[in-house]
Nanobody, 119 residues
Framework: QVQLVESGGGSVQAGESLRLSCAAS????????MGWYRQAPGKQRELVAD???????VYTDSVKGRFTISRDNARNAVVLQMNSLKPEDTAVYYC?????????????WGQGTHVTVSS
C-alpha cells in the first residue's frame, strides 16, 4: 500500500502562484511514477503533469510554461509549482502514483486538495 497526502491548496487571485506538495509513504518513492491530476466541477479528471522515476516529465498543454512538477526523493515528495494561475485552473487537485511490480501496475490516489482561482 502507498499512502499519499496532499497539501498546499487554497484560494488565490488570477496571476498568483500556489505550490502543491504530495508526501508518499509505504513504498520506495524513487521507483514510483508520480503525477498530479485535477477535476473541475462537471468535468472529468484530467492529467496535469507527471514525472517518472528518471525525472521525465509530461504536462498537459494548458499548463505548459506555467506549472512545474518536481520530485524530492530524499523527502518522498512530489511538488507542483503553479504560476500565473487562471480561473480555469480551479479544480480539486489529486496526487497519483503508479507502483510497478513485475507486469502489474498498482495505482494510488490522494484525497485531493482544492484550488480556487478568482478573476
Amino acid at each position: 500500500q502507498v499512502q499519499l497526502v496532499e497539501s498546499g491548496g487554497g484560494s488565490v487571485q488570477a496571476g498568483e502562484s500556489l505550490r502543491l506538495s504530495c508526501a508518499a509513504s509505504g513504498s520506495t518513492f524513487s521507483r514510483l511514477t508520480m503525477g498530479w491530476y485535477r477535476q473541475a466541477p462537471g468535468k472529468q479528471r484530467e492529467l496535469v503533469a507527471d514525472i517518472s522515476p528518471g525525472n521525465r516529465t509530461v504536462y498537459t498543454d494548458s499548463v505548459k510554461g506555467r506549472f512545474t512538477i518536481s520530485r524530492d526523493n530524499a523527502r518522498n515528495a512530489v511538488v507542483l509549482q503553479m504560476n500565473s494561475l487562471k480561473p480555469e485552473d480551479t479544480a480539486v487537485y489529486y496526487c497519483k502514483c503508479d507502483r510497478i511490480i513485475g507486469i502489474d501496475v498498482y495505482t494510488y490516489w490522494g484525497q485531493g486538495t482544492h484550488v480556487t482561482v478568482s478573476s
